[in-house]
């Protein structure tokens, strides 16, 4: 029988052996030049079932027994010498790692029968370790002077109980670490993608254990395919043993699925389309319309949201200083409008992107919390925020009214500096959150009242409104023509989305694939979402524009008629900020074209839709020029003087007691150019902030 066994392992070797001469030769050729910089031989799943009748058994053995199979696969690559290292030694150890597997476990279906199979799970990284070094073969030594070796498995370390030369009756044996075999070693806490859960479910957890080269291959918030071993481990409660078991997936290879707009992998055929898309005259009409097509209208915004997504470059000075190259955008507008539509839009298109609600976000959420917990040996670990997973990626933050005050200041650092300080439980630490902040938010009265001062109606402080490249004030206004083109449109939407739902249950007669195509066309985008993606990665990537001479003068332009002449009694003009903001947005213009030069029609671009945004928020329709005060400190120029003029005025009558009545400084004050309604607004705020108190009924006085 054991020889039978033997010679059954024999064949799988020459099994293995023949597959991997056929179909790995180059990867075994690179491998035998690169060693040991390159330790590992990925193997495709599919190419084994690929491998005729042979590699179906192969490929069923890897899935129920792969311990066997690994030891199989070195075998064959060690008895045929596949791998010869440059000096022509048989190289110690190389990793065999398959990937590919067909089939995916979700981590909340993994049963006591997956254990020591060869599973694939996916899901997001939350937390890692620091990668350390981990005993695989440890050497003692007894006072006699003989060496015992003792193999290392994963969690407990085990002490031969005596020296094992013959004769020898030492039980006390000290650790060799210079003789000992190590490798690297690190942890993985991976959740499952919450996209698949039912209602009240909660995410689950596995932990992985990762060695050797693929240790410190990820980071938290990547989404990852892990393949590898289920294992099992006695769970120990209070020094007794438990009849529960953990597990843990020890980890064969990683495959990262989401990455970074800079790492989409794009082929020859999608640069090629990509290249012809750039030429195309309506490269910019087409991109807007590829933003969230079901959503009717909205050009502008849309169009700001595309240059958001390419977004401009990040500039390192040679003083270290840093200029950010991310857009941040805010969408201000009356419910129902599609804000929280476009946000979800977005995520959907940004490789890096997360969501999150204001009304349920905490600053530690946003930022970064300290935990303390087993899976980082009891110490304090940081658990990276959204922002912080966002990095490189765009961070859409819907509710942005609803927020904490205390909690909307940890966006402050992160929207300007692109970076979030933490000091929390003795762990001082700087964590990077290069994102693009997309915000929504509602009017603080919940609609937005069109004869109000936009400045009043908006529930956030003037700090963080500045911090904001453009600013959109979505209001929803009756209008006939264009309301009878929504309805249109989104009842098509609704007719098409039922015609599909029916089809798929029961085909419909008459009803065919082309048939659907055509009524699909409205809401159909005109670039696919996966090759917008690879589109702005592309452009991300090989993209770095440069102002030509009429663009900068078109934009000093335009900044210095915003500035105005600078008289004392005109409201304070537009900042350098809007400036910084007008060359950020001429960089994306430039980069959806893929050209090489910001031109003068950038330029143009990105002063229409700056205007456009300028107009709703700062204009000061009494002096017919923009009053960036309305924005960045939430006191108008205007109510500024109102209020000098009504502290003055109340001087002047009350004289040294500083009291007066308050209808006789109305009449005073509406006869120096002011509305009675403004000063009754003015007395109020001063009331308000504590500047001025009502003593009796009808009487101000100055406090």
């Not at 065999?96 to 020591?116: M, T, Y």
């Not at 959420?365 to 922002?387: I, M, Q, S, Y």
């Not at 009878?484 to 449109?489: D, K, M, N, T, V």
Request: charged content about 30%.
């Amino acid at each position: 029988m054991e020889k039978r066994e033997q010679e059954g392992a024999g064949d799988r070797a020459s099994d293995w052996s023949r597959f991997l001469k056929g179909r790995y030769k180059k990867e075994l050729g690179e491998l035998s030049r690169e060693y040991p910089h390159r330790r590992s031989l990925y193997i495709d799943y599919r190419e084994i079932e690929r491998f005729g009748k042979t590699g179906i058994s192969l490929a069923d053995e890897l899935l129920e027994n792969p311990g066997k199979v690994l030891d199989d696969v070195w075998d064959a690559i060690r008895n045929n010498q596949l791998v010869r290292t440059k000096d022509g030694k048989e190289p110690k150890g190389i990793n065999i790692r398959f990937r590919n597997l067909p089939q995916k476990v979700g981590i909340r279906h993994i049963r006591s029968d997956d254990i020591n199979r060869f599973v694939s799970i996916e899901g997001i990284v939350r937390k890692t370790t620091e990668v350390r070094p981990r005993v695989v073969e440890a050497v003692f030594k007894c006072p006699a002077g003989h060496f015992t070796r003792k193999t290392q498995k994963y969690g407990k370390f085990i002490e031969p109980e005596g020296c094992a030369t013959d004769g020898c009756t030492f039980r006390k044996l000290d650790l060799m670490p210079k003789r000992s075999t190590f490798i690297d070693s690190q942890k993985l806490r991976v959740q499952e993608s919450p996209e698949g859960l039912r209602g009240g479910e909660q995410p689950q957890t596995l932990d992985i254990d990762v060695t050797d080269d693929l240790a410190g291959m990820v980071a938290p918030g990547d989404r990852v395919v892990i393949n590898g071993i289920l294992r099992s481990m006695q769970r120990i409660v209070r020094g007794e043993k438990s009849t529960v078991f953990d597990i843990f997936l020890e980890c064969n290879s990683i495959e990262i699925q989401e990455k970074e707009f800079e790492e989409v992998e794009i082929d020859e055929k999608a640069e090629e389309e990509i290249k012809n898309l750039s030429c195309d005259p309506l490269i910019y009409r087409k991109i807007t319309h590829s933003m969230a097509p079901t959503i009717y209208g909205s050009e502008n915004v849309k169009e700001a949201i595309a240059l958001q997504l390419f977004g401009g470059i990040a500039k390192e000075m040679p003083d270290g200083s840093h200029l950010r190259g991310d857009i941040h955008v805010l969408l201000i507008g009356d419910p129902g409008i599609a804000k929280s539509q476009l946000l979800r839009y977005v995520v959907k298109l940004s490789p890096r992107a997360i969501y999150t609600s204001g009304q349920s976000s905490t600053s530690a959420g946003l930022t970064a919390t300290a935990v303390k917990d087993e899976f980082g040996e009891g110490r304090w670990t940081l658990e990276a925020g959204a922002l912080v997973l966002a990095d490189m990626g765009v961070a859409a933050v819907d509710e942005m009214d609803k927020m904490q005050k205390e909690d909307r200041s940890a966006l402050h650092e992160a929207m300007e500096q692109q970076s979030i300080s933490v000091a929390k439980a003795g762990i001082t630490a700087t964590l990077k959150s290069r994102c693009a902040l997309l915000g929504a938010a509602n009017p603080k009265y919940g609609r937005f009242d069109q004869y109000g001062d936009i400045g009043d109606q908006i529930n956030m402080p003037p700090s963080l409104l500045s911090r904001f490249d453009l600013i959109f004030v979505m209001t929803d206004t009756p209008e006939q023509k264009l309301d009878l083109a929504i309805a249109e449109h989104i009842l098509k939407t609704h007719s098409v989305g039922e015609l599909i739902a029916q089809h798929a249950k029961t085909p419909v007669p008459g009803v065919t694939d082309e048939y659907i195509e055509q009524q699909l066309t409205p809401v159909k985008p005109d670039i696919e979402p996966a090759l917008f993606r690879k589109y702005v990665a592309y452009a991300k990537r090989s993209c770095f524009p440069i102002l030509s001479e009429e663009a900068k003068e078109a934009l000093v332009a335009y900044y210095l008629k915003l500035r105005g002449v600078a008289e004392p009694s005109k409201p304070v003009p537009v900042t350098a900020r809007q400036l910084e903001a007008l060359v950020r947005l001429a960089e994306a213009s430039a980069r959806i074209r893929l050209s090489n030069t910001i031109d003068i029609g950038d330029a143009e671009r990105v002063i229409r839709i700056v205007d456009a945004c300028l107009r709703q928020i700062a204009y000061d329709a009494r002096t017919g020029t923009f009053d960036i005060d309305k924005v960045a400190t939430g006191i108008s120029k205007e109510k500024r003087d109102l209020v000098r003029v009504i502290k003055d005025t109340i001087r002047e009558l009350g004289g040294e007691g500083r009291r007066a009545s308050i209808d006789q400084v109305i009449e005073t004050v509406s006869g120096r150019g002011f509305t009675r309604d403004k000063v009754r607004d003015g007395i109020d705020m001063l009331l308000r902030n504590g500047e001025a108190m009502e003593p009796k009924n009808g009487i101000i006085q100055l406090i």
